[in-house]
T-cell receptor, first 113, second 116 residues
Framework: DQQVKQNSPSLSVQEGRISILNCDYT??????FLWYKKYPAEGPTFLIS?????DKNEDGRFTVFLNKSAKHLSLHIVPSQPGDSAVYFC????????????FGSGTKLNVKP | GAGVSQSPRYKVAKRGQDVALRCDPI?????LFWYQQALGQGPEFLTY????????KSGLPSDRFFAERPEGSVSTLKIQRTQQEDSAVYLC??????????????FGSGTQLSVL
């Protein structure tokens, strides 16, 4: 049973506009949420994270929002750049067993010049 | 090395063959993870090492899968009697500290295994 879901396999956005990538989870006990970015033929790279005790974390053009009541998190990229085109995975972990990440299936973002 | 290195990059195996996948983590990284990524899916946890100790192998799908890290650096994931459902990208990741929540993982580029 998949505990972390990304229901949009792909997203296309114009350069300079906002990209919003969504992620839903089923287990309310998750303690941390992370976003990873993956280019073709490369491994995923860490992008940004958020603790379950927060509802927002910002790093430059990237902001992650967490809505615990809805079990939903989102990644906002503003402004979007062509170099942001990649597959984005959200992941979640438990504090008591934090050596294991649960990943979503990914959203492929295409930023058009 | 500069990053996590995995070899081979691609592996084609006949069903029933044994395969061995290698991971060289970033020098000095204590924690090492193996993940399996099927086509169109996200990575799924297989196993975790802290130095040479395998602390969690709950994600290994069957007893045909075996991982080791005998000297606390290089790790090998071995799959015996490969089946078609083993076809996937196998990702290795490492992190500096004995694992704590929110620790960044550094992933290798993966080994793409195709079982015919």
């Amino acid at each position: 049973d998949q505990q972390v879901k990304q229901n949009s396999p792909s997203l296309s956005v114009q350069e300079g506009r906002i990209s919003i990538l969504n992620c839903d989870y089923t287990n309310s006990m998750f303690d941390y949420f992370l976003w990873y970015k993956k280019y073709p033929a490369e491994g995923p790279t860490f992008l940004i994270s958020i603790s379950s005790i927060k509802d927002k974390n910002e790093d430059g053009r990237f902001t992650v929002f967490l809505n615990k009541s809805a079990k939903h998190l989102s990644l906002h990229i503003v402004p979007s750049q062509p170099g942001d085109s990649a597959v984005y995975f959200c992941a979640a972990s438990f504090d008591r067993n934090f050596n294991k990440f649960y990943f979503g299936s990914g959203t492929k973002l295409n930023v058009k010049p | 090395g500069a990053g996590v290195s995995q070899s081979p990059r691609y592996k084609v195996a006949k069903r029933g063959q044994d395969v061995a996948l290698r991971c060289d983590p970033i020098s000095g990284h204590v924690s090492l993870f193996w993940y399996q990524q099927a086509l169109g899916q996200g990575p799924e946890f297989l196993t975790y090492f802290q130095n040479e100790a395998q602390l969690d192998k709950s994600g290994l799908p069957s007893d045909r899968f075996f991982a080791e890290r005998p000297e606390g650096s290089v790790s090998t994931l071995k799959i015996q009697r490969t089946q078609q459902e083993d076809s996937a990208v196998y990702l290795c990741a490492s992190s500096l500290e004995p694992y704590r929540a929110n620790e960044k993982l550094f992933f290798g580029s993966g080994t793409q295994l195709s079982v015919l």
